[in-house]
């Protein structure tokens, strides 16, 4: 029987990254530089250098590996390979920069909010869910720096995930949500490496 498989093709971190600063050496608006930076995240995902076991990694107790796979001076454009356990994800948050998420492997259930409070009671935000999906290999995702959204692992198996952003998610000065309590917290994630 024959396996004939197609082969993604070689598309290393090095040249994703140049491409990357060249979309944004030519243009500001994010709605629209994440939307030329979507199919590249794409390809980097499905290519064999993605493919490690050491981003298989989790963190027991927050639920997911975060691995940094690049960050530039002040720690702009960040490029981190996540991992999630199944049963486990986040709570709520933003970004307060810009990303785009590309599933390599598994499932990961993503769920929209809206804020419908104007941010200014510190510590205190009302969410609204808006709209959720699976994400499955090859799907990607965009947010907005004020965009919010969970991610969760609701598969028995390992999810992983390449997220790039526009600066290290730790340098933001983001939030995490928790919607029963109304409530807004800084939001940090422990990083592998
Ligand atoms: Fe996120």
């Excluded at 960040?78 to 199944?86: K, T």
Aim: with cysteine.
């Amino acid at each position: 029987m024959s396996d004939v498989k197609h082969t993604p093709s070689e598309y290393t971190l090095e040249e994703y990254l140049q491409d990357v600063r060249s979309i944004l050496s030519k243009e500001s608006d994010p709605a629209v530089f994440t939307a030329s930076i979507k199919p590249l995240s794409q390809r980097l995902a499905a290519s064999p250098a993605m493919q490690d076991a050491a981003y298989r990694v989790c963190d027991e107790e927050q639920g997911f590996g975060a691995h940094l796979l690049h960050e530039e001076a002040q720690h702009e454009l960040a490029v981190f390979m996540f991992a999630w356990l199944p049963g486990r994800g986040t709570p709520p948050h933003n970004h307060e920069t810009w990303a785009v998420v590309t599933v390599v492997e598994g499932e990961e259930h993503e769920t929209h909010f809206a804020r419908n409070d104007d941010g200014s009671k510190a510590g205190y935000a009302e969410l609204e869910k808006t709209s959720d999906g699976i994400m499955r290999a090859g799907d990607v995702s965009v947010c907005m720096p004020q965009g919010i959204h969970s991610v969760w692992n609701n598969s028995d198996e390992l999810s992983i995930s390449l997220h790039t952003y526009g600066k290290h998610i730790n340098f933001t000065g983001r939030s995490s949500f928790d919607p029963e309590k109304n409530a807004e917290i800084p939001y940090l994630v422990t990083v592998e490496n």
